[in-house]
Each structure stands twice: as C-alpha cells, then as structure tokens.
C-alpha cells in the first residue's frame, strides 16, 4: 500500500492526501475540457470543417463558454419526475469517473524496483490518491455504480423516451459489464496482483500485458469498455433518431452538463485504466535522468502519450463508424464478447496451472484448443438452431395473414369512399 500510510497518520499526511485529491480532481477537469475541444477540433479536421475557432486561440475556450451558458439556462423539473432522485441522478454518472480516477498512477519511477515512489514534502508516497490493495475491484464497483446514474435519470424523468433509452442503456452495460470484467481477470491472472501500482510495476521492463496476455484480452475490453461508455458505435444511449435525446431529454441547465461532462469524463478514466491495465501506464525508459526529470516529468509525459492515442482513436471512432442495430450489439456482447473473454482466460489459467506443475505445454495447449473449438463450436450450432427458428416462426406468421383478393381491392376503395361520403 502507499508508505505514506503505512506509519502514524497525521495532520500533514492528511493534507497531502487532501491536496493530491484536489490536485487530480482539478487535472481531470481540465483534462475533460481539453477533450471536448480536442474532439470537436479533431472531428472538424477530419471532416474539412473548421470546428470551434471564435472563443479564445484556436478555439480553446469554447467549452468554458458553452459551461457559463448551460449554468445561465433555467433548470427545469417535470411535473411528473421523482424530484429526489431526478436532482441525484447527474451525481452518480459523475462522481464513479472521479472515483475510478483516482486509483491510476499517473506519474513516478517503475525502473529498478522503485515501485513509482516519490517524495512530497519529505513523505515517501505514490502519484495517485489512492492505491488500495483491491483497486481493480473497486474500478469495477465504480464502473457498476454509473449504470444507476443512467438508469434512474430516465425513469425519474417521468417521460416514456427517456426511460426508453435508460433501459437499453442499463442492458447494454450489463451485458458488456460480463466481458470487461472477464477480460481484467486474465490481466490479474498475470498480474498476480489486485492494487493499480502493482499492476503499473510488474510491467516496467517492457512487460506490458499488452502481449503477456495474448492480445485477446486488450481487444475485448477496448470494445467492451466502447460499449460502456456509449461511444460510437454503440451509442445506443442517445440514439437521437429514435429517442430524441436518450435518458437525458428532460435535463437542462447545469444537471444536463454534468451528463456531458460524465460522459467525456469517463472517456478520460477508461482510456487511463486501459492504459494502466495493458501498456504500463507511466512506466517506461527515464534515459538515466533522475530528480523532477526521471521521477516526475518523464513519467507522467509517458502516461499522456499513451493516453493520447486513445482518446484519438474514440474520436476517430466517432467521425467514420455508423452506428450498429441494437440486436447486433447485445449479440456481439453474448455471443462473441462473453465466450471469447471466458475462453482465453481458461487458456492462460491452462498454460499457468501447466507451467507452475510442470506438465508438457505442448499436451496442455492441444487439449485446451480442442475444448474451445468444441464450445465455440457449440455456440455456433445453436446460434444457427435459433435462427433457423425464428425463420421458420417468421414465415408461419406470415402464412397466418389473409391477403385479399387482387379484384376486390378498387371496390373495396370505392366502397369505403361511398360510406365515407355518406358519413360526411
């Protein structure tokens, strides 16, 4: 755990503990800031438009002013909406994205065996608020908490699109919530550990769990992750043809910003955890410096370029992917998604519980491919079972249905046109 508090806990501890958490908090913001302009900006690019250029150089104060003019509109209340749970559901879409913020490294020295420990005013501690000895499972927790936000916007709200669009949201959570969290148990299976700087540390030397897991895992949270965050293409959530404006239609004023900063907030958090999970977070080559230079700069300068490529890649998804039918994602979710991550990880169980035995990785390997080409085999026979069903069931049903006569459709008109006639 942090050293910090490994030892009598006083007023001073406290406060760093305090400024740390305002200090992350504050870089969040501005991070959340940044990405709107960045994506707006981004998108505009690769679109050959402009984007926002007016409010401050090159646009960048163009979220503030859009802040200061959703904090001015009035803050509306439906008549019919549960007013205790409608004022507290922004608050639960926001606070999980700080929370899991706030277990990510973001800086220090992983070479060597430092373990990312740096000194602040004389205290030996890590560069992130917390780093408890679950902090994995408490991400998760954080990342089940922000399906509730969502859910009880909607049904407070009173109106029938927006719980429309809460409740496929909350299924489409669920449903990939299965897949991420199967994909993190590969990564402690390698890890060995539960805590964030632990993970951080055992991928130092290059060891990053990217290609220690097989890669399988990375793909499988990176597009379950996409679906929990409702970004294209599965943004669902918001499917502005069908549902108006999602979960949140009834919102205005600053309860309908804190949603909007939720949602690029959590952007931010996932790419962090991705980023910690699979490429090492800020571990990586110092170039021999010490002091501020190889303890802070450098590492946090690695931990945002990393970051950076994966907050391009959610906006370069944005600007060029439609957005999929939602049979298609809650099928992607259970029939590819869940066996896919639930398979792999018996393979690296296999190839762990083999290596630590002793047994022939060769034998070991065979007979874990023949059981998952026998279970993938068996999703597939009944995936065509069902479908060959609901064929069937489709065309009993329209056999079921009377046309009528090709004759009988003029007089039929001329009738109906005749009584209408009269009626009038």
Known sequence: ???????????????????????????????????????????????????????????????????????????????????????????????????????????????????GVVSVFGYKTFVQVADPQFGILLMLAFSGIAVYGVMLAGWSSGSKYPLLGSVRASAQMVSYEA??????????LAAGVLSTNGIVAGQATWSWNLWMTGLVPFIVFFIAATAELNRPPFDFVEAEQELVGGFNTEYSSMRFAMFYLAEFMNTVTMSAVIVTLFFGGPAGPTFGLTGFLGTWLIPFLWFF??????????????????????????????????????????????????ADQGWNMGAVIGGVILVLLAGWASIVAASRAAATRRSDGHLELMADVELPPKDAGPSTNAGSSSNLAGRR
């Open 1 to 115: 755990m942090d050293p910090m508090l490994s030892g009598n806990i006083g007023w001073a501890v406290v406060g760093i503990v305090v400024l740390k958490a305002v200090l992350a908090f504050t870089a969040l913001l501005v991070a959340v800031i940044l990405m709107v302009w960045f994506e707006r900006k981004f998108i505009g690019d690769m679109q050959n438009r402009i984007g926002p250029n007016k409010a401050g150089p090159f646009g960048l104060l163009q979220t503030v002013a859009d802040g200061l003019k959703l904090a001015f509109k009035e803050d509306l209340l439906p008549d019919r909406a549960d007013k205790v749970v409608f004022r507290l559901a922004p608050f639960l879409a926001v606070v999980p994205a700080f929370g899991t913020f706030a277990i990510i490294p973001l800086a220090g020295n992983f070479n060597d065996g430092s373990d």
């Open 179 to 188: 897949a991420l969290g199967l994909s993190i148990a590969s990564i402690l």
């Open 305 to 354: 370029a990393k970051l950076a490529v994966f907050l391009c890649v959610f906006v370069w998804f944005r600007a060029t992917l439609p957005r999929y039918r939602y049979d298609q994602l809650m099928e992607i979710g259970w029939k590819v998604m869940i066996p896919l991550a639930l398979g792999w990880f018996l393979v690296l169980t296999a190839i762990k519980v083999g």
